[in-house]
């Protein structure tokens, strides 16, 4: 492993996971933020929840009660007046089904002098849900579409009609009291309807949508699914104001700051990557061979989010697929390297944040007895890449707005 690029790689991450954490972003949105006489309610959903919760209890001073719902080993520590709990991501388990059941009851019966601040972050999909089918159905439909490859928006287009508080429901619920939202966006172009399945926001999709989606992927459904892919979601929400705060486009400005202190001349791709995490490391290794002898300290910069198609049964996640995918093309290139990680600070069912290569990965591979193509096949780059210290280890970040890759190359 090349060090120096190892360590360039870490400082790079670091940088840019700093500059997207929500706790000045929380303090922004709610600067001009006023609840009224009535009873001030939070509730939060997603990655970033407990950091979003705890900035905003921060700033406001206090909250009269409020719910965290999370991912496992997300909550960092007691917030005054709110109570966390942690779920399954990216599969709904019970554990969500009862700390959303908890949430709508706080905020029943409440009157239209009343505020709901709903802070509302990446992985809500499967933190924050009310199934309208069975528990077992809807982790198994999630499931089948984290396997054939569907995207984030085909994804919460089919759940938020299997959800009682997706598509604008959960705004409903709150009705008539106000609704705040502040949203911290992990999809591409910032779509309001689509981040965590737009609890609190009208929804765009349609039935005919869900439908087609249903259909393109052979999704195995109940009678009672296929009932609900028909049922229409909130079109209009009066009791809801959103404000939108971080993105992918952030993080990948931090990478090009950092990569530019440190000597590298940062060329950003795109903000908008969306495409099979094979094809994505793939490309960035073609790039970084094709300029490998211009001489030029480079980086090249790709933000969004890949899907990953399940072809195996290992372990791994988008991110480390992506940079195992890179190691081909970059081998016995000395001054090479791609990383790729995940905001959040877990990649897929893992607790890595992603994964890194250089031009010595595919040879440290084979001398374990690991074949690249072979792992890819398996999707099990977790134990690959362990094995020649190419995980990118972060622990949760507290924030959660897709992904960066980058491309290094050094002359």
């Known amino acids: 492993m090349n060090q120096e690029l190892r360590r360039d790689a870490d400082a790079i991450v670091k940088a840019s996971l700093q500059a997207v954490l929500p706790d000045e972003a929380v303090?922004?949105?709610?600067?001009?933020?006023?609840?009224?006489?009535?009873?001030?309610?939070?509730?939060?959903?997603?990655?970033?929840?407990?950091?979003?919760?705890?900035?905003?209890?921060?700033?406001?001073?206090?909250?009269?009660?409020?719910?965290?719902?999370?991912?496992?080993?997300?909550v960092m520590g007691e917030i005054p007046g709110v109570r966390c709990f942690e779920a399954g991501h990216p599969v709904p388990d019970e554990n969500s089904f009862s700390a959303t059941g908890e949430a709508l009851k706080l905020v029943e019966d409440l009157s239209a002098e009343d505020t709901v601040l709903f802070l509302l972050s990446g992985g809500g999909s499967a933190l924050f849900e009310k199934p309208l089918i069975s528990g077992e159905e809807l982790q198994d439909i999630t499931k089948q579409l984290l396997a054939c490859g569907a995207d984030i928006v085909e994804m919460n287009t089919i759940r938020k009609r299997l959800s009682g508080v997706k598509g604008g429901r959960f705004a409903e619920a709150c009705a008539p009291a106000k609704v705040y939202s502040i949203v911290l966006s992990d999809i591409l172009g910032d779509p309001l309807d689509m981040i965590a399945s737009g609890p609190a926001y009208p929804d765009a999709s349609t039935c005919e949508q869900a439908k087609a989606i249903a259909?393109?992927?052979?999704?195995?459904?109940?009678?009672?699914?296929?009932?609900?892919?028909?049922?229409?979601?909130?079109?209009?929400?009066?009791?809801?104001?959103?404000m939108i705060t971080g993105s992918v486009?952030?993080?990948?400005?931090?990478?090009?700051?950092?990569?530019?202190?440190?000597?590298?001349?940062?060329?950003?791709?795109?903000?908008?990557?969306a495409c099979e995490a094979r094809d994505a490391g793939s490309f960035l290794g073609s790039i970084l061979r094709t300029h490998s002898g211009s001489g030029k300290k480079l980086a090249f910069i790709a933000g969004g989010e890949t899907v990953v198609h399940l072809t195996g049964h290992g372990l791994g996640g988008r991110n480390q697929e992506l940079a195992l995918a890179a190691a081909p093309g970059i081998?016995?290139?000395?001054?090479?390297?791609?990383?790729?990680?995940?905001?959040?600070?877990?990649?897929?069912?893992?607790?890595?944040?992603?994964?890194?290569?250089?031009?010595?990965?595919?040879?440290?591979?084979?001398?374990?007895?690991?074949?690249?193509?072979?792992?890819?096949?398996?999707?099990?780059?977790?134990?690959?890449?362990?094995?020649?210290?190419?995980?990118?280890?972060?622990?949760?970040?507290?924030?959660?707005?897709?992904?960066?890759?980058?491309?290094?190359?050094?002359?």
């Open 27 to 74: 303090d922004r949105a709610l600067k001009d933020f006023a609840h009224g006489c009535g009873k001030l309610i939070l509730v939060a959903a997603g990655k970033a929840a407990w950091q979003m919760a705890a900035a905003a209890v921060r700033t406001l001073g206090h909250v009269d009660d409020g719910i965290v719902v999370t991912k496992y080993d997300h």
């Open 331 to 411: 081998a016995g290139i000395p001054g090479a390297a791609v990383f790729s990680v995940g905001s959040d600070g877990t990649d897929g069912p893992t607790d890595a944040a992603g994964g890194y290569v250089d031009g010595d990965t595919v040879a440290e591979l084979a001398a374990k007895g690991w074949e690249v193509a072979a792992v890819l096949q398996d999707n099990d780059a977790y134990h690959a890449l362990k094995d020649v210290d190419g995980l990118v280890m972060t622990g949760p970040t507290g924030t959660n707005v897709n992904d960066v890759a980058v491309a290094l190359l050094q002359q």
């Open 249 to 273: 486009r952030e993080l990948c400005a931090a990478a090009e700051v950092k990569c530019r202190e440190l000597g590298y001349e940062p060329i950003l791709l795109t903000d908008q990557l």
């Open 215 to 242: 259909q393109k992927y052979g999704l195995k459904l109940s009678e009672a699914a296929r009932e609900l892919l028909g049922k229409e979601t909130p079109k209009e929400l009066s009791n809801v104001t959103t």
